[in-house]
């Protein structure tokens, strides 16, 4: 299971130092893809494939289905450890999440976020404001 906040950076060839608490979890290879709230998404290659599985499943006749596999797929990239533990992210990643130096990346659950720490920063501060009604939402949810 991903948990926590690790701040990092992101050096001007695109490199990324993953957490140590993460490696061990994310074995050989994993993907990296654009996520949502402008962020990235990380996934062992286990959850990658179960992920794709659902994803497989979308009807291609729902314009939104195919707009989403599309955008989803599209700047997957399969990711290796080099030896000092970082991934090189290409620039389209990097653009997507807005990474130009200092960011941090967020353990949740079944995968991992990469976020600028100017955008973590904001959505946490958001989050921590409405958490409450949030939670109280999610009661709707079984929670």
């Given at each position: 299971?991903?948990?926590?906040?690790?701040?990092?950076?992101?050096?001007t060839?695109?490199?990324?130092?993953?957490?140590?608490k993460?490696?061990?979890?994310?074995?050989?290879?994993?993907?990296v893809?654009?996520g949502?709230d402008?962020?990235?998404?990380?996934?062992?290659?286990?959850?990658?494939?179960?992920?794709q599985?659902?994803?497989?499943?979308?009807?291609v006749?729902?314009?939104?289905?195919?707009?989403?596999?599309?955008?989803?797929?599209?700047?997957?990239?399969?990711?290796?450890?080099?030896?000092?533990?970082?991934?090189?992210?290409?620039?389209?990643l990097?653009d997507?999440?807005?990474?130009?130096?200092?960011?941090?990346?967020?353990?949740?659950?079944?995968?991992?976020?990469?976020?600028?720490?100017?955008?973590?920063?904001?959505?946490?501060?958001?989050a921590?404001?409405?958490?409450?009604?949030?939670?109280?939402?999610?009661i709707?949810f079984?929670?």
């Amino acid at each position: 299971m991903f948990m926590g906040e690790f701040e990092h950076s992101v050096d001007t060839k695109g490199r990324l130092i993953i957490p140590a608490k993460f490696r061990e979890q994310l074995g050989e290879q994993f993907v990296v893809t654009r996520g949502m709230d402008g962020c990235l998404f990380g996934y062992p290659m286990t959850e990658w494939t179960a992920l794709q599985e659902k994803l497989k499943a979308l009807p291609v006749n729902r314009k939104d289905a195919r707009a989403f596999v599309r955008f989803f797929y599209s700047a997957a990239t399969e990711c290796e450890l080099d030896k000092q533990g970082r991934i090189n992210l290409p620039k389209s990643l990097r653009d997507h999440a807005a990474l130009t130096k200092q960011c941090v990346i967020v353990g949740v659950a079944n995968r991992f976020e990469i976020w600028s720490a100017e955008r973590w920063n904001d959505f946490s501060t958001k989050a921590e404001e409405d958490f409450d009604d949030i939670a109280e939402n999610l009661i709707d949810f079984g929670m």
